[in-house]
């Protein structure tokens, strides 16, 4: 398949519940090109679908997920607590400016930055500001 023609479905029967489009994908395991007919959200061929792989696959989101958690910790505030209503904290921006934050149970990640600051390009300039003095 090449990638300027689109996924073309077909139908099967195979399915109890009736009719199911498959497509031809390519693996998603990586250095794989299997191309390989798929239902919609296969990602891995026959081989790749094996338990043997499964345990490389796990490591593989894991160190994806530590790098979004790293990636979000940069610009966010990481507070890890433990309550069970919704509750009222504030905080300080690096510019000095106090905002306030409510913290949700079992949500962990908060914004670093006050409203002013949490625009990428402002953020920038924030830390520039800061930097030079």
């Given at each position: 398949m090449t990638e300027d023609r689109p996924r073309k479905p077909y139908l099967s029967k195979n399915e109890p519940t009736g009719a199911t489009k498959i497509f031809?994908?390519?693996?998603?395991?990586?250095?794989?090109?299997?191309?390989?007919?798929?239902?919609?959200?296969?990602?891995?061929?026959?081989?790749?679908?094996k338990n043997e792989y499964k345990k490389e696959l796990l490591k593989m989101k894991?160190?994806?997920?530590?790098?979004e958690y790293e990636e979000n910790a940069k610009s966010n505030n990481i507070i890890e607590h433990s309550h069970t209503k919704t509750t009222q904290m504030t905080a300080t921006c690096p510019c000095?400016?106090?905002?306030?934050?409510t913290l949700i149970p079992d949500v962990h990640i908060y914004p670093k930055y006050c409203p002013e600051h949490r625009n990428i390009y402002r953020r920038q300039q924030l830390e520039e500001r800061l930097a030079n003095g």
């Open positions: 031809e994908k390519q693996c998603q395991y990586p250095e794989c090109t299997t191309m390989y007919f798929g239902v919609g959200a296969s990602k891995y061929c026959a081989e790749h679908q894991d160190n994806e997920a530590k790098k000095g400016r106090h905002f306030n934050i």
